[in-house]
């Protein structure tokens, strides 16, 4: 009785599981691309790195990539997520970005501005990764 019992959690489990996540992809797409900007702006690249596509981090080292984004001149200091919009596997992405340049000429900097950028995240395998 006990092995039959385990054996019905287990598929229970394991079908769960199969399933997926059941919100839209507009949702979880956006939930990770603020999870990503949330990493850059404390300046936990490496986190940062975890959301790029699997062939991303197979050819770019997350230590390599934490060392480039440290030399970078941007400082990021906000983000929001505006819009997600998918069709199957991909997912157009929309962020307000605000940044500061500390290093720029003595006029400009501290001064922040801020930008829309757009960015590209696809499903892989029942996953969401971000496609630079």
């Known amino acids: 009785m006990k092995l039959t019992k385990l054996s019905l959690i287990l598929g229970a489990a394991a079908l769960l599981a199969a399933c997926g996540d059941p919100r839209p992809p507009e949702e979880i797409v956006a939930e990770r691309a603020q999870a990503r900007w949330d990493a850059l702006i404390s ?53 307000q970005v605000a940044y500061r340049i500390p290093h720029a000429p003595a006029q400009l900097s501290g001064m922040e501005s801020s930008r829309r950028i757009n960015e590209t995240w696809i499903g892989i395998d029942r996953q969401w990764w971000y496609a630079e």
Not at 74 to 86: I, K, L
């Open 43 to 95: 300046r936990e690249f490496e986190t940062a790195w975890d959301y790029y596509t699997p062939g991303f981090r197979e050819h770019t080292d997350s230590r390599d990539y934490d060392v480039e984004m440290r030399g970078r001149a941007v400082v990021w200091t906000d983000a929001e997520v505006v819009s997600a919009e998918c069709e199957e596997d991909r997912c157009e992405v929309s962020v």
